[in-house]
């Protein structure tokens, strides 16, 4: 009885464990199953572990899942964070790009104004250089033995007015000896005579840009001056031929003054070539007439005339006495001007001249009692005197000059 007793408990007791068992199914795992069991436990365990599975892989599956979305998640918060600290700077941040946008239009502004007068610079050069080229050809035909040189400079000005250019330079008409700038006053009864070597320099300015040139024509037949015009022009034309940027101005003087010298004559060194700039016949840079030590270099952009004075003599110059043209000069002290006349002068040179050289000629059309006003300006040294260039008593001078503006590939020759 006890046995059987024992065994019934044992029963009961099994079937307890089962139920046990069976309530903690979701802690069972697949191990676990493979542990041997009655019939009836066994799919009763089974049934469990599949539950439990399901239910662990949907657990698992919204860990992974909450994974999966808490990266991008964070990834946004961590991209978002600037935004959030420029959101606190907002006021800052526009100041600072208003300033940058402002400052962008202006300098496209700026940009815009600086290719207009590019622009204007160039076309303007190149037109005074089309009415020199025009004004060459009316002049030299009336440049011959008998003719007055006050008419040469009267008829070669009013021409290049008649085009529609202001003088740019007075026109320099230089015999013999005297080498530059001399123009001739109102009453000049001067001819040309047989024998003589004539100079004809000529400055055409259009919106204050001027195109410079000039040429020699011999009436001289003494064999000493045969060559002295083909000297002078094959000087300028093979130093035009090696320009092009980053060339120094020395190279040009060092070949010019080989084939002067190669005719037999002499460059007069202390004349040269030069740049030109608005309002400014001689500008900052220059090209000797020989070869020295040191110079500028041409730049892309940059407009010069090159211009070569040959003698017969020994290329030496000195200041004549005579001075009929003259420029204001703007780096001179405030003075105290007391005539009427004077303070209207120069009220015409600031409107019609700024600093380009006018002659006595020009200004005595304007008014007449100038001459007055000329004295008072020399006088206040507010005017600067162009006196007439020589070279040595008995020498012969010639001239010849081109402008041109130096491109990236070489230069364009305006006249």
């Known amino acids: 009885m006890k046995i059987m007793a024992h065994k019934k408990s044992t029963k009961k007791s099994t079937k307890k464990t089962v139920k046990k068992t069976t309530a ?87 940009k ?31 440049i011959k033995i008998g003719a007055k040189l006050l008419d040469i400079c009267e008829a070669t000005e009013d021409k290049m007015i008649e085009l529609g250019a202001e003088i740019g330079f007075p026109t320099n008409i230089c015999i013999n000896e005297v080498a530059a700038h001399y123009t001739s006053p109102p009453d000049d009864e001067s001819v040309i005579k ?15 840009y001027v195109a410079d040139g000039a040429f020699t024509i011999s009436f001289n037949q003494d064999p000493t001056t045969a060559n002295l015009v083909t000297a002078v022009e094959t000087a300028v034309l093979k130093g035009l031929s090696i320009i092009k940027p980053q060339v ?77 043209i003259y420029a204001y000069d703007l780096n001179t002290e405030r003075v105290p001007i007391r005539m009427k006349i004077t303070r209207r002068v120069i009220g015409w040179i600031a409107k019609n001249k700024k600093t380009l050289p006018f002659s006595t000629r020009e200004l005595l059309k304007e008014f007449r009692t100038g001459k007055m006003a000329l004295r008072e300006l020399t006088t ?36």
């Open 248 to 324: 120094k101005t020395v190279e040009v003087g060092k070949v010019t003054s080989k084939i002067i010298r190669g005719f037999g004559y002499h460059p007069i060194k202390d004349l040269h070539g030069h740049s030109l700039e608005k309002w400014q016949v001689h500008g900052f840079k220059e090209i000797p007439n020989v070869g020295i030590s040191s110079g500028d270099v041409f730049e892309e952009g940059d407009v010069f005339a090159l211009e070569c004075f040959v003698s017969t003599g020994l290329g030496n110059i000195h200041n004549g006495t005579i001075c009929n």
């Open 24 to 110: 903690k199914k979701t802690k069972v795992t697949k191990k676990s199953v493979k542990k041997p069991a009655k019939k009836s436990t066994k799919k009763v365990i089974e049934k469990s572990v599949k539950k439990s599975t399901a239910k662990k892989s949907k657990k698992t599956t919204k860990k992974v899942t909450k994974k999966v979305v808490k990266k991008p998640t964070l990834e946004k918060t961590s991209t978002t964070k600037p935004v959030k600290k420029s959101t606190v700077k907002t006021e800052e941040v526009k100041k600072e790009e208003k300033e940058e946008k402002e400052l962008t239009e202006e300098e496209k502004e700026q």
């Open 194 to 208: 047989e024998g003589d070597v004539v100079k004809i320099d000529i400055g055409v300015s259009v919106e204050g």
């Open 112 to 142: 815009e104004e600086e290719e207009k007068e590019k622009k204007l610079r160039y076309e303007s050069f190149k037109q005074a250089g089309e009415i020199h080229k025009q004004v060459v050809k009316f002049i030299k035909p009336k």
């Open 380 to 415: 206040a040294g507010k005017l600067h005197k162009h006196f007439e260039i020589r070279e040595e008593k008995g020498a012969f001078v010639s001239q010849y000059e081109k402008t041109f503006i130096v491109t990236d590939k070489g230069i364009e020759v305006f006249n």
